[in-house]
């Protein structure tokens, strides 16, 4: 999304409508941020959410919208906190979520993309878009781990939100067809463009066929792909509105009876033949892999130190949204398990699978009283409190580290007050902790 230079008499309407705003959105942020946060806070969301016409402010439109962002506000705060987000970073996140919700997606299927676009701007049709993947992945059951990973690589990839909604419907159409998904993605990820929208839909179905095979010509499969053409003739219109956005979502909505058929289906442990994707390696290669043994046989017992010295090195590597390994970067999951599985630690990697959700079922429950080193620590910032959206490991009784998506691998206060407040629960992998 680009943001206008602004002349002198526009910045000044601005800081009137500012004026105008604060004494609802001051009162929403006064408890967590400073004044000066929240005068840049405010001063952003104008500044991006807000259009000019012949010269004049459309203050109508903030008095409409004033409820709207206050209640949005409100559900971003958690995560603005727990993220250690800007000011700039949060205007950014609320101006989406904003346009999401005109859009008519749930608030629940566009939070996950919150760390991801806390770091950069993407823009605003592709990102209704990229909430669309999100959603039906996430109903199609494709695992977690994947369809983050693979959204995160298009994003890398400069992919726009076409060509990211094809390739979730890729992923769809192979657990329908039973093939294996990681190894898809990787196919995936290497035969769609980027640039989508400016590729005929024609063109686009067509390479799904070719990669998912003669399974795709199964009648809900070419519901789903009908339905891609749909969306994508809505995306190429000239038309910037909150009318354009919600005709996107209307379009990719209509896919949704057939992809719930899909999520009903059981995902073999030996996927059906497809050569070309089976010579595929997986964007998550040790999905791949046969699970590891343990480093050693008492691995149940912590060594501290141990803990201490393979945490160290990871400190400041960078966030990247959905990345598993190395220190390019990394997400929250996925640094608790390479840690974990470090051969210092010793844990074997079926003991601690990839992503958030399936880590909070790991080990055993233990309450957060009874905290020690080597515990993994779940947190939410959504509405749904149940929901777990951040994953970090205990390294004290008053700390913990963890990867957050402004500030990348960090040690923080687990006794501070927002992790207090949105603890979720702990799970505990070690029988014991040693010196």
């Known amino acids: 999304m680009l943001i206008k230079k602004y002349t002198l008499p526009t910045v000044l309407i601005l800081l009137f409508v500012v004026d105008l ?15 000066q946060q929240t005068i840049k806070i405010r001063f952003e969301v104008n500044k991006r959410l807000y259009s000019f016409k012949a010269g004049r402010f459309r203050l109508e439109k903030i ?26 970073e949060v205007a950014r996140i609320i101006v989406y979520m904003y346009h999401a919700d005109e859009a008519g997606a749930s608030f629940q299927d566009a939070e996950d993309l919150i760390p991801l676009i806390a770091q950069r701007d993407i823009p605003l049709k592709d990102f209704i878009l990229m909430v669309q993947y999100n959603r039906e992945t996430k109903k199609a059951q494709i695992p977690e781990e994947i369809r983050q990973s693979f ?3 298009t994003v890398l990839l400069k992919w726009d ?6 390739g979730g419907r890729g992923l769809v159409l192979a657990r329908n067809s039973k093939l294996n998904i990681n190894k898809t993605a990787s196919l995936l990820l290497k035969r769609l463009p980027p640039n989508g929208a400016k590729i005929s839909s024609e063109n686009l179905v067509s390479i799904i066929e070719d990669i998912i095979g003669q399974s795709v010509k199964e009648k809900k499969s070419q519901e789903i792909m009908h ?24 379009h990719t909505y209509h896919a949704e009876h ?23 390696k997986g964007i998550i290669p040790e999905l791949e892999d046969k699970y590891s043994k343990p480093s050693y046989k008492n691995w149940k017992i912590l060594n501290r130190k141990k803990l201490y010295q393979t945490i160290k090195p990871w400190i400041g590597t960078p966030y990247k949204f959905g990345e598993k390994k190395g220190r390019g970067g990394i997400d929250c999951s996925g640094f608790t398990r390479i840690i974990l599985i470090d051969k210092k630690i ?21 309450k957060r ?24 490991l205990v390294t004290s009784a008053k700390t913990f580290s963890h990867a957050s998506s402004s500030r990348g691998v960090i040690n923080d206060n687990l006794s501070a007050k927002w992790w207090r407040k949105r603890f979720v629960k702990g799970r505990r992998l070690f029988i014991e902790v040693a010196d």
């Not at 929403?28 to 004044?35: G, I, P, S, V």
């Not at 339905?227 to 209307?250: E, R």
Request: glycine share 4%.
């Open 161 to 166: 939100g076409v060509s990211t909604l094809t």
């Open 63 to 88: 008095k409409k919208n004033r409820d709207k962002i206050n209640r949005i506000t409100q559900r971003i705060i958690p995560w603005a906190i727990m993220e250690h987000l800007e000011p700039a």
């Open 151 to 153: 959204l995160g690589k």
């Open 346 to 366: 010793g844990v074997p990697s079926d003991k601690i699978p990839h992503g958030t959700a399936k880590q909070s079922r790991s080990g055993v429950l233990v």
């Open 21 to 35: 705003y604060a004494d609802t959105l001051d009162s929403t942020l006064k408890q967590d941020f400073t004044a």
């Open 227 to 250: 339905n891609l053409s749909k969306a994508h003739n809505v995306v190429n219109s000239q038309v910037s509105s909150p009318k354009m956005l919600k005709d996107i979502i209307d």
């Open 258 to 280: 057939n992809i719930q058929h899909i999520s009903n289906i059981s995902i073999p442990n030996d996927p059906k033949v497809n050569k070309k994707i089976d010579r595929e």
């Open 369 to 392: 009283k009874s905290l020690r080193e080597g515990d993994l620590v779940f947190f939410s910032a959504s509405p749904n409190r149940s929901k777990i959206t951040h994953v970090g």
